[in-house]
Every structure is written in C-alpha cells, then in structure tokens.
C-alpha cells in the first residue's frame, strides 16, 4: 500500500511539473525569447535545483483543509491513495483539454473527497477552504492582471518601437526565476505526501524530515514532468489568450514574479498558475492593439471553479471502491492506470509538441478556421 | 477570516516590484540604444539595477539564505 501510494505521489508530482511549466515558460516560447526545447530544458533543471533548495515539509498534507491530527481525522494510506488518484486524473484531463488549473488544488480536492467518504462531511474544514483557496482563487487573477497591466502599460510608454526587441533578454531572467520558485514550492508538496505516508505506514520516525531517497526522486520526477512540457498548456497560455510581444511578455512575467514573491513572503498565499494566467490577460489588455479571447479566458476561469469539485468527486469514488478492502485498491489502480492510458492514447490522436506549439497567426484572426483545419487542437467551447 | 491588510500588502509590493523592474529595464533599453554621450552608461546603469533586483528576488526563494 505505501508503495502504491509513494508511485501514486511520483506520478502526480510529475503532472504537476509538466501542467506547471507553462506558468513560467509559454510567455518566453511564444515571444520567441527561447526556443521550445531550450525553455523547457532551463525549466526543468531550475525545477531540479529548487527541489534542493528548500526541503522544509508542511506540517500537514492538505494544509488545514482537513482537520488533521489528534482531535481531527486520521489520514489513512488509502485515502492519500484516493485523493491522489483524483489530483491526477484532474491534472489529466484539464492538461487534455489545455487548460492551466492549479495542481496544488487538485490535490486539495482529491484528497477531500476522499476525507469526506473515509470520514464524513465534519471531517472539513469550510471556513479554511473558503480563506486559503476560494477567495485567493479570485484575488489571484485580478491582483496579477493589475499588475501586468500597469507593467505593460509603463513598458510601452518608455520603449520605442524598435527598441522593444530588447525585451527578450529580460525575459529570460523572469521566466527562469519563475521556475525556480515553482521547483522549491511544488517539490515540497509531493515530498510531504510522501513522507507523511511513511510515517503513516511506521517506516519512518514521526516529526522527522524527508529521507535523502525521498528529495531525490521527487526533485527528479518533476524535472521529467517539466521537461516532457505540457504543450497544450503552454499554447493556451503562450497564444491562446492573446497575442503577445517581448515587451508584454516580459511585464507579464515580471507580474507573475512579484505576485508570487510578494504572495509567499507577505503572508497571503496565491496559486502560481492563477496568478500566471491573470498576468497574461492582464498584459493583453495593457497594449494597445492586443486583443484577449474572453472565451478562452472563461474557459480557463470555469476549470478553476470545478477543479476541487471534479478531483472531490474523483477521488471520492475512488475512496468509495476502496473500502472493499484489497479487491477494491486493486480495482481503483487498474481502473486508474486504464484512464491514464487512454487519455495518453486519445491526446496522440491530435498531438501538440515543441514542433507545433505556436498556432500560425491567421488562426489568431479567423478562430474559427483554425478549429476546423486542426479539428479539435483546441476544445470544444 | 480573510486577511484583508496582507493582501494589500501584497497586492502593492507587487505592483511597486513589477512596475520598478519593467520601468528600469524599458529605461535601460531606451537610453542603451543611443551611442552617443552619458546614455549608454546610464542605460547599462539601468540594466545593472535590475539585474540586483533579480537577484535579490533569487535570494528571496532560497531560504538557506535567509
């Protein structure tokens, strides 16, 4: 079971590095700052290297989502095991759909479907859920886009045209501090989850850190997860919502870092992935000439909303078939790989890679020519 | 139960760091690209500054540096 659970954590740290990378690196691809492979490699290896940096555990796997501990609910191995298995089949199907959606929060849900199966409705925390992920998921955006937008703004009041080239070297340095803030933030989470699920199994001394063994593979798997790049992410994020130029997308990510920072060092946690896209939207709206698909925009602000909700639901029915006992597990792991096998083979059908990932300009113009020739490079909206 | 004041915190480091870094950056740029006299030093000035606030932005993330 702790096995299962500890490749379960894997898999899911890796979705969450290849969902992620378009947080720091779509802006970068699309402007043409670094070239696809380049930006994903770069990436990766800031992801490597910020797993390291910062192995300070959560006390708690969902963050006081869930009453934990002595007076609360015991976590149990199986419903980490549910949970997980919900935060990646959402991590799935939104990168599927080329949706970036917050991996932190499919996890949250998962793992509360999971406790309300297991535990029962009291077992949650509503008055955390609404202060720590439904308020920040609507601040997250709004605070970004404001700020990218005056970026931009002042940006483009300051360069002259010819001059905004330039902007591209800058970019550089964003995007990779970006990264290198996701690496020691999201590593973190699956090195909790793992670590909590030993001490849970008796493997490990209760209160103590993560094993050396336990960094390293988690550093290594989201690394792997950022470099295989979740490209249809990164074209929804990098073209999808607006077009951008080097000058917008170096306020973008200068948006993104300093929300970001500010966030985790003030005190008031945002998602990375929503605070990316609102600097995106914003920065499309700071230029004058650039115009922002709403309706991808919306799209995007619908997964949010059914993200805890969908992986909940997930990973309830996944909690659910696993009180059979061991048939039940069995069941929910086949049933779980099967699904991830065939969301591998249904996205081969229309393959978006670092060969194809901008969409060619006229497709920008006439939308609507563009699903027709690709079929269906983009969802159905 | 929501903290307002962090947020506002938040919300205006953010601004005044964004907004610092692109200004000092689109400054550099405009002042880099001419040849002549004390604008290309003052441009390469600005780029320097920036290159601090990353890096102090790096040092934030890293928390062995604290």
Request: include cysteine; aromatic fraction near 8%; charged fraction near 10%.
């Given at each position: 079971?702790?096995?299962?659970?500890?490749?379960?954590?894997?898999?899911?740290?890796?979705?969450?590095?290849?969902?992620?990378?378009?947080?720091?690196?779509?802006?970068?691809?699309?402007?043409?700052?670094?070239?696809p492979?380049?930006?994903?490699?770069?990436?990766a290896?800031?992801?490597?290297?910020?797993?390291?940096?910062?192995?300070?555990?959560?006390?708690?796997?969902?963050?006081?989502?869930?009453?934990?501990?002595?007076?609360?609910?015991?976590?149990?191995?199986?419903?980490?095991?549910?949970?997980?298995?919900?935060a990646?089949?959402?991590?799935?199907?939104?990168?599927?759909?080329?949706?970036?959606?917050?991996?932190?929060?499919?996890?949250?849900?998962?793992?509360?479907?999971?406790?309300?199966?297991?535990?029962?409705?009291?077992?949650?925390?509503?008055?955390?859920?609404?202060?720590?992920?439904?308020?920040?998921?609507?601040?997250?955006?709004?605070?970004?886009?404001?700020?990218?937008?005056?970026?931009?703004?002042?940006?483009?009041?300051?360069?002259?045209?010819?001059?905004?080239?330039?902007?591209?070297?800058?970019?550089?340095?964003?995007?990779?501090?970006?990264?290198?803030?996701?690496?020691?933030?999201?590593?973190?989470?699956?090195?909790?989850?793992?670590?909590?699920?030993?001490i849970?199994?008796?493997?490990?001394?209760?209160?103590?850190?993560?094993?050396?063994?336990?960094?390293?593979?988690?550093?290594?798997a989201?690394?792997?997860?950022?470099?295989?790049?979740?490209?249809?992410?990164?074209?929804t994020?990098?073209t999808?919502?607006?077009?951008?130029?080097?000058?917008?997308?170096?306020a973008?990510?200068?948006?993104?870092?300093?929300?970001?920072?500010?966030?985790?060092?003030l005190?008031?946690?945002?998602?990375?992935?929503?605070?990316?896209?609102?600097?995106?939207?914003?920065?499309?709206?700071?230029?004058?000439?650039?115009?922002?698909?709403?309706?991808?925009?919306?799209?995007?602000?619908?997964?949010?909303?059914?993200?805890?909700?969908?992986?909940?639901?997930?990973?309830?029915?996944?909690?659910?078939?696993?009180l059979a006992?061991?048939?039940?597990?069995?069941?929910?792991?086949?049933?779980?790989?099967?699904?991830?096998?065939?969301?591998?083979?249904?996205?081969?059908?229309?393959?978006?890679?670092?060969?194809?990932?901008?969409?060619?300009?006229?497709?920008?113009?006439?939308?609507?020519k563009?699903?027709?020739?690709?079929?269906?490079?983009?969802?159905?909206? | 139960?929501?903290?307002w004041?962090?947020?506002?915190?938040?919300?205006?480091?953010?601004?005044?760091?964004?907004?610092?870094?692109?200004?000092?950056?689109?400054?550099?740029?405009?002042?880099?690209?001419?040849?002549?006299?004390?604008?290309?030093?003052?441009?390469?000035?600005?780029?320097?500054?920036?290159g601090?606030?990353?890096?102090?932005?790096?040092?934030?993330?890293?928390?062995?540096?604290?």
């Amino acid at each position: 079971m702790v096995v299962l659970v500890i490749v379960l954590a894997l898999f899911f740290d890796f979705t969450n590095g290849f969902h992620d990378t378009a947080n720091a690196m779509a802006t970068p691809i699309a402007t043409g700052a670094l070239r696809p492979k380049v930006a994903v490699a770069i990436a990766a290896l800031l992801n490597l290297v910020g797993a390291f940096l910062s192995t300070e555990v959560a006390k708690t796997i969902s963050g006081g989502l869930i009453r934990e501990g002595h007076d609360g609910v015991q976590i149990t191995p199986v419903m980490i095991f549910a949970g997980l298995i919900g935060a990646i089949m959402w991590n799935l199907v939104t990168w599927l759909l080329g949706l970036p959606s917050s991996s932190s929060h499919a996890l949250f849900g998962g793992l509360i479907g999971a406790a309300i199966v297991g535990a029962g409705f009291g077992s949650i925390n509503l008055s955390v859920l609404l202060s720590k992920v439904v308020f920040p998921a609507l601040l997250a955006p709004l605070t970004a886009g404001v700020v990218a937008f005056l970026a931009t703004r002042i940006a483009y009041a300051i360069t002259k045209k010819k001059q905004r080239s330039g902007f591209r070297y800058g970019q550089i340095f964003t995007s990779s501090l970006v990264s290198l803030a996701h690496g020691t933030n999201d590593a973190q989470k699956t090195m909790g989850v793992v670590t909590l699920t030993l001490i849970a199994g008796g493997f490990q001394a209760t209160g103590s850190g993560p094993e050396l063994w336990v960094i390293v593979i988690c550093a290594l798997a989201i690394a792997l997860g950022t470099y295989t790049g979740g490209w249809r992410i990164i074209r929804t994020m990098g073209t999808g919502l607006t077009e951008i130029e080097p000058g917008q997308g170096f306020a973008a990510e200068a948006a993104t870092t300093a929300t970001i920072l500010a966030s985790t060092h003030l005190g008031f946690a945002l998602s990375t992935t929503q605070v990316a896209s609102g600097s995106v939207i914003g920065t499309g709206i700071g230029r004058k000439g650039a115009s922002v698909r709403w309706r991808t925009a919306g799209r995007i602000a619908i997964g949010w909303v059914i993200t805890i909700p969908a992986a909940a639901a997930v990973g309830a029915l996944a909690s659910w078939i696993s009180l059979a006992g061991l048939p039940g597990i069995i069941a929910d792991a086949a049933a779980a790989i099967a699904v991830i096998v065939w969301i591998f083979v249904y996205s081969r059908r229309n393959h978006v890679g670092a060969n194809n990932v901008h969409i060619e300009p006229t497709a920008f113009v006439r939308p609507k020519k563009k699903r027709k020739s690709t079929r269906s490079g983009e969802v159905r909206p | 139960m929501i903290d307002w004041f962090s947020f506002f915190v938040v919300f205006a480091v953010s601004i005044v760091a964004a907004c610092g870094v692109v200004f000092l950056f689109s400054l550099g740029l405009r002042l880099a690209s001419v040849r002549t006299g004390w604008r290309r030093p003052a441009g390469i000035g600005c780029f320097v500054l920036c290159g601090l606030l990353i890096l102090y932005g790096v040092y934030l993330i890293i928390p062995s540096l604290h």
